[in-house]
């Protein structure tokens, strides 16, 4: 029963991260988007607010995620090539969520805004990232 639990809030918390680190981008674009300086400190605390919220998600993703690893023995874990596969690709997506502190920070400094353009397809990457995990966690393909 113990294991079932584990693996629904570990998917619970997951969800949140994401519908975070969907949105955060979004702001950016919002931003580059926008001149009026009123506006863009509205959406600079739009976008601290929201990474501060999700944070605890990402963080509770993890530990669920070692505790589901826990459960299973390290057996499992050494035969279980697609979690390895699906290990790199959260690698990279916390990466890219300490990246999109990176840019929240420098937007609230007004320094290295680009393109409009450029946040569109950051906010895109980890859709891509997602299925990915989503494919090796529920198919495991190898």
Known sequence: MTLLWV?????????AWMAGIFYLPRLFVYFAENQDPNLRKVFNVMQR????????FALLTLVFGVWLIA????DWFRAST?????????VGLYAYYGYLYKI???????KNIRSSKFYRVLNEAPVLVLLAIVILAVVKPF
């Open 104 to 110: 929240m920070r420098d937007l609230a400094q007004e």
């Open 82 to 90: 697609w979690l390895h596969a699906k290990l790199l690709l959260l």
């Open 71 to 74: 459960i299973y023995g390290m």
């Open 49 to 56: 607010r929201l990474w501060f919220f999700v944070a605890p």
């Open 7 to 15: 693996k629904a809030l570990h998917i619970f918390f997951m969800v």
